[in-house]
């Protein structure tokens, strides 16, 4: 229903991991997503305390939002393997990105379900709880369920993104041809006005030539009124 009514697609994702947190009990959820040209994983959103949270944010200012990508500890996993991966107790992991931020929020357990786009896994979802969980089948379905909803919701952000774009620039294309065609054709009356004039010189014809050359000059005032406008 909240993507039904829902005028602004940047807003899709902040409703998607509304309703992570909230169907599954969970404390918060962050979103990452693999850089494949530096092949580490890039920060990109986290929903807590009911806002959505960019990297811009300043409480992000402190945190590390660019994560490695190598197997020595759990997240990367769910690249390779395209299936969750549960961190049931940070406290007693291995020291790992993140984990005293996350431990400063009373996080304990976290669910990571892959985000599938194309056939491949392009980020990660990392859905938080302030107790130590274990998940039945049905809710791991339902996590990844509503992960795939997130991925479509930044995948048609990002098309949204893009039509934006593609839609400045066809307008801008549009105005530069409109004031090309507005220019070169008033240009070419001042050019046709004055070779008309000279014809008429030629002819002897004083007074038809000071008619020219007096349209000439009107549409030359012309042309540098629509230019400046």
């Not at 197997?71 to 020291?95: K, L, Q």
Request: charged share 20%; glycine share 6%.
């Amino acid at each position: 229903n909240a993507l039904a009514m829902e005028t602004a697609p940047d807003r899709l994702l902040e409703h998607v991991l509304c309703a992570i947190t909230t169907q599954l009990g969970a404390h918060s959820t962050s979103v990452w997503r693999l850089d494949d040209a530096s092949q580490r994983i890039l920060f990109h959103s986290s929903y807590e305390a009911g806002n959505l949270v960019m990297p811009s944010d300043p409480s992000m200012s402190a945190a590390e939002l660019i994560l490695p990508f190598e197997n020595e500890w759990s997240w990367p996993e769910a690249f390779h393997t395209g299936e969750p991966v549960i961190m049931e107790d940070i406290r007693v992991m291995p020291s790992f990105p993140w984990q005293a931020r996350l431990v400063a929020l009373g996080v304990i357990t976290i669910l990571v379900t892959p985000m599938r786009i194309g056939g491949r896994v392009d980020g990660l979802n990392g859905i938080r709880f302030t107790s130590r969980r274990s998940f039945k089948h049905e809710e791991l379905e339902l996590a990844l369920a509503m992960t795939n909803q997130a991925t479509l919701s930044m995948h048609l952000t990002r098309l949204s993104v893009q039509s934006r774009d593609a839609a400045v620039v066809a307008e801008r294309n549009r105005m530069a041809r409109d004031i090309h065609d507005t220019l070169a054709q008033g240009v070419t009356g001042v050019i046709v006005q004055l070779e008309a004039s000279v014809d008429a010189r030629q002819r002897g014809l004083a007074s038809e030539a000071d008619q020219h050359v007096g349209r000439a000059q009107g549409l030359a005032r012309e042309s540098l009124t629509e230019a400046r406008r």
